[in-house]
C-alpha cells in the first residue's frame, strides 16, 4: 500500500510555470513505478508523464512534450511535475500515480491515485 499526496497546484496565468509536488508514503519509493495524470472539468482523465521502475526512462503526452518535465528525488520519496508555458487547455485537476508495474501511460494500469491538485491558467 502506498499513499500519494500532491501539491503546488494553484491560479496562474498563460506562459506561467508551477511545479506540482507528490509525495509517497507507506512503501519504498523505488518499488513503484510514478507518474502524472490530469482531468480537465468535462474530460476524461489523461496521461500526461511518467518514469519507467526499470531504466528510468521517461514518457511524456505529445501535448506537454517540450513545456512538462517529470522527475524523482527517490532520497525525499518524492516526484515533481515542472509545468512551463502553460496554456489555458492545461486547466486540469493533476494527479500523482503509481504502479506496482514498470511503468504507467495509462490510466487502468494504474494502481494508486492522489487526491489531485488543481492548476487553472487563465488566459
Known amino acids: 500500500q502506498v499513499q500519494l499526496l500532491e501539491s503546488g497546484g494553484g491560479l496562474v496565468q498563460a506562459g506561467d510555470s508551477v511545479k506540482l509536488s507528490c509525495v509517497a508514503s507507506?512503501?519504498?519509493?523505488?518499488?513503484?513505478?510514478m507518474g502524472w495524470f490530469r482531468q480537465a472539468p468535462g474530460k476524461e482523465r489523461e496521461f500526461v508523464a511518467s518514469y519507467s521502475r526499470i531504466g528510468g526512462r521517461i514518457y511524456s503526452a505529445e501535448s506537454v512534450k517540450g513545456r512538462f518535465t517529470i522527475s524523482t528525488d527517490n532520497s525525499k520519496n518524492t516526484q515533481y511535475l515542472r509545468l512551463n508555458d502553460l496554456k489555458p487547455e492545461d486547466t486540469a485537476v493533476y494527479y500523482c500515480?503509481?504502479?506496482?508495474?514498470?511503468?504507467?501511460?495509462?490510466?487502468?494500469?494504474?494502481?494508486?491515485w492522489g487526491q489531485g491538485t488543481r492548476v487553472t491558467v487563465s488566459a
Open positions: 507507506g512503501r519504498t519509493f523505488s518499488t513503484y513505478a
Open positions: 500515480a503509481a504502479t506496482r508495474g514498470f511503468n504507467i501511460t495509462t490510466a487502468q494500469g494504474v494502481d494508486y
